[in-house]
């Protein structure tokens, strides 16, 4: 659940939908920390901090 909820923050952040995005990149980074994949959480981060900088917010971004 955790890649394919990467997939789908990808892929709205893509279309324009950050809130969507940012949203879904949360649910799967805590479903990916909670099964033990730490290489799908730092994606989901990805995701985040890519959400951060197309909306201008630096300390997101950095987080």
Do not use: F
Request: glycine fraction near 10%.
């Amino acid at each position: 659940m955790p890649r394919a909820l990467e997939h789908l923050a990808y892929g709205e952040l893509r279309a324009g939908r950050h809130t969507s995005a940012r949203a879904h990149a949360l649910e799967g980074l805590g479903a990916a920390r909670r099964i033990g994949q730490p290489n799908v959480a730092v994606s989901l981060h990805a995701v985040l901090a890519l959400a951060a900088s197309v909306e201008g917010d630096a300390d997101a971004c950095a987080a």
